[in-house]
């Protein structure tokens, strides 16, 4: 399994950002896909997934009506399209896969290298 994040940078509040993530080894239709986030000194925390199986999205709060999950089979990619982006956003993006069903979400403890999104007031 390999996942790989691209698309970080440095912009400003209000801006947009469109982070990739390029998956192989597994079958994407079989798990699920999310982007988690981890700002200096707290916790990594979920921002987003998709579901492989049936395209189903979650967002977290904080993110929910300024960021897109999405995802492009053909070209085994996921992308989080992030908008009208906030100082809070601030932090290293990281996707990994995992197990989404009716009854259970768990995450695999797979990573890439994460990718920088910094944004200034």
């Known amino acids: 399994v390999q996942l790989v994040e691209s698309g970080g940078g440095s912009v400003q509040t209000g801006g947009s950002l469109r982070l990739s993530c390029a998956y192989s080894g597994f079958t994407f239709e079989e798990y699920g896909i999310a982007w988690f986030r981890q700002a200096p000194g707290k916790e990594r925390e979920v921002v987003s997934w998709?579901?492989?199986?049936?395209?189903?999205?979650s967002y977290a709060n904080s993110v929910q009506g300024r960021f897109t999950i999405s995802s492009d089979n053909t070209k085994n990619m996921v992308y989080l399209q992030m908008n009208s982006l906030k100082p809070e956003d601030t932090g290293v993006y990281y996707c990994?896969?995992?197990?989404?069903?009716?009854?259970?979400?768990?995450?695999?403890?797979?990573w890439g290298q994460g990718t920088q999104v910094t944004v200034s007031s």
């Open positions: 998709i579901s492989g199986s049936d395209g189903a999205t």
């Open positions: 990994t896969m995992g197990i989404v069903s009716s009854v259970e979400v768990t995450w695999f403890d797979t």
